[in-house]
Each structure stands twice: as C-alpha cells, then as structure tokens.
C-alpha cells in the first residue's frame, strides 16, 4: 500500500504490486485474489499482460491466476466519502505539506 506521493494507480503500478506479491508467493501453484471492481486499475490489458508475461517464465510455480472480482457496487465503505472530501481540498490547495521525511541524495 502506498499513498499518491510515492505511486499512482496506473495499470503499471498495480501490476509491479502484483509482480511483487507473486515473487514472495512464488510456491504456490494455484494463486487466487479477490479484488475491487475498478476497471482502470484491477482490469487493465497492462495488468494482464504483466500476469501473462509472469505465469508463463520460470518466475513462479504457479500454473494458475485467478481473480474473483466483487459484485459492481457493493465495495463501499464508510471511509470512501471521507477521502472524496479530502481530495476534494487538497485539490484547493497551492501547497501540501506532508510528513514524509527526505531522502538522501
């Protein structure tokens, strides 16, 4: 998980996550994942790429990926509102400021 200074959500993105995860469960050999309905990002042709690119190389013994999206509609949580009004006023602003500490050059 990561916030919007570090990633996006792109296609890219998601499937680098993907690409990670497989890595560290790389045994198995049946993977299933159950995901959101957002279409730009959980049902993108880069994503699937990167999955097929990775299923069929020596990477992972797994012979399998199989998602099970939920049902359009029903991922709603009380927190989504909440971030639709913070996003809503960090647009407003000039400057964010965040706590994020600096990294060494």
């Known amino acids: 998980m990561w916030h919007k200074a ?3 959500r792109l296609g890219c993105e998601i ?4 690409h990670m995860a497989l890595n560290i469960d790389r045994d198995y050999s049946n993977m299933i994942y159950f995901m959101g309905n957002c ?3 959980k049902k993108s042709w ?13 990477m992972i ?11 359009a509609g029903h991922t709603f949580m ?3 509102s909440i971030h639709h009004e913070i996003d809503q006023k960090m647009r407003k602003k000039i400057k964010v400021w965040t706590l ?3 990294r060494s050059r």
């Open 61 to 71: 013994a797994a012979n399998k990926i199989t998602f099970k999206y939920l049902e």
């Open 78 to 80: 009380s927190a989504d």
């Open 15 to 18: 499937a680098s996550t993907y």
């Open 6 to 8: 570090v990633a996006g």
């Open 39 to 41: 279409t730009a990002q």
């Open 100 to 102: 994020m500490a600096r």
């Open 46 to 58: 880069t994503l699937f790429t990167a999955l097929v690119d990775i299923i069929n190389s020596n």
